[in-house]
């Protein structure tokens, strides 16, 4: 979960176009792979995240 600071588009860090670097890819596809699962209180998800 990402939690104090937040940044205002941690997804900007990932989809940036101008980022070459090759680890990228391979996170991307880790994550999307990666099933939500944020129990913490209080930790804050955008609404198009599913919880199921």
């Known amino acids: ?3 104090d600071p937040t940044p205002v588009y941690p997804h900007s860090l990932l989809w940036h176009r101008d980022n070459p670097h090759p680890a990228l890819a391979t996170l991307r596809v880790h994550l999307a792979a990666a099933t939500a699962g944020h129990s913490a209180a209080g930790t804050w998800v ?5 919880t199921s």
């Open 46 to 50: 955008p609404g198009w995240v599913t």
């Open 1 to 3: 979960p990402v939690t």
